[in-house]
């Protein structure tokens, strides 16, 4: 595969409303780790565990590490999204790796309990901050890091950005040695993969909930790494996405018929963890096409596209109203070119 290419300078993200103002209630919270910051990265990663959770066995060979719920704040250290790793005969793949450096160092350590077989290779999945930076750790110890291109091409257009966003809200001494990074090898689409003794199916179909979705199936157990494509009992993020790619992709996953399906955030669930993905982007689609049909207008919408049913999924308040609102304007934007 081939080298990563150099990049320009990445674009500086938008702060949501919403961030900004938790931003400033951690104002206070992030000078005591502001203070810490004078100590080696050495000493804050010895003698500052992550409060992360042992790794647990899905299948022979087979472990997660389930991530919190709601935003990346303070309070959770940005350990929100779920992580896992695979082991053969031969060595481990990881994958995913958390927000930071020490996330990346706390699921080495995870897999160090577990096995003595060396980790040949971390994969990320997609391009949101609490899968990707923890791959610092891995990169410190001569471990090769793989996502899809596009993948990769999302990442360096504006996570620089997210670090800063994450130095504030988590504070420097959480962040220490969390750095933006190049992917060491660069996938195109599916393939599989034999490196550990153990066939593994790396499984892409284009662009669906971001560029370059990467899901990670073991073929012996048939559980799922399914990344950015499913999030269970927390709504999906449409901000990336393509909306018939991801539904393509959901329906191609689920054809798979896999035991287990591990989502980026929120617990393991068999395939009604697919189902769960799609019936919320039905849901909202047709809701949103009646309240366009009503000619409400889109200072209304956030208010007006309420789905009960999923009132009482993580980050319904903030994900669920942006969600709503992106997909009003696309979907004003397509009846407006018919």
């Not at 206070?28 to 409060?51: C, F, H, K, N, Y």
């Not at 994969?123 to 001569?142: C, M, N, P, S």
Request: charged share 20%; proline share 7%.
């Amino acid at each position: 595969m081939p080298a990563l290419p150099q990049h320009p300078a990445s674009l500086r993200p938008t702060v949501h409303p919403d961030r900004r103002r938790l931003l400033a209630l951690l104002g206070g919270l992030a000078l005591p780790m502001l203070a810490q910051a004078a100590r080696t990265e050495i000493e804050v990663l010895s003698l500052d565990p992550l409060p992360q959770p042992p790794a647990q066995a899905l299948a022979d060979g087979v472990y997660w590490v389930p991530g919190l719920p709601g935003e990346v704040d303070g309070r959770n250290v940005g350990r929100n999204g779920n992580t896992g790793f695979i082991v053969g005969p031969q060595g481990v793949v990881a994958i995913d790796a958390g927000v930071s450096r020490r996330h990346g160092e706390a699921l080495l350590a995870n897999i160090e309990r577990v096995t003595d077989r060396p980790v040949k290779l971390l994969l990320i999945t997609h391009a949101r901050q609490e899968f990707l930076f923890g791959a610092a750790a891995f990169r410190a110890r001569g471990i090769p890091v793989a996502m899809q291109r596009a993948t990769a091409g999302l990442m360096t257009s504006r996570c620089e950005g997210c670090l800063d966003t994450l130095r504030g809200l988590l504070g420097e001494a959480h962040m220490a040695g969390t750095e933006m990074f190049k992917p060491d090898q660069l996938l195109d689409g599916p393939s599989a993969l034999g490196l550990i003794g153990r066939p593994l199916r790396l499984l892409s179909w284009g662009h669906s909930s971001g560029p370059g979705d990467l899901a990670v199936l073991d073929e012996a157990s048939g559980v799922v790494f399914t990344g950015g494509l499913c999030d269970r009992l927390r709504v999906p993020d449409l901000q990336d996405s393509r909306l018939q790619g991801w539904r393509d992709a959901l329906a191609a996953l689920r054809a798979l018929q896999p035991r287990q399906v591990v989502p980026g955030h929120g617990p393991v669930g068999d395939v009604g963890v697919i189902d769960g993905v799609e019936d919320y982007l039905r849901a909202l689609e047709q809701r949103l096409g009646q309240l366009l049909d009503a000619g409400v207008p889109l200072s209304e919408v956030a208010e007006r596209a309420e789905l009960g049913a999923y009132a009482g999924w993580d980050q319904y308040e903030v994900i669920h109203r942006r969600n709503a609102a992106l997909l009003f304007l696309r979907l004003e934007h397509a009846q407006l070119l018919r």
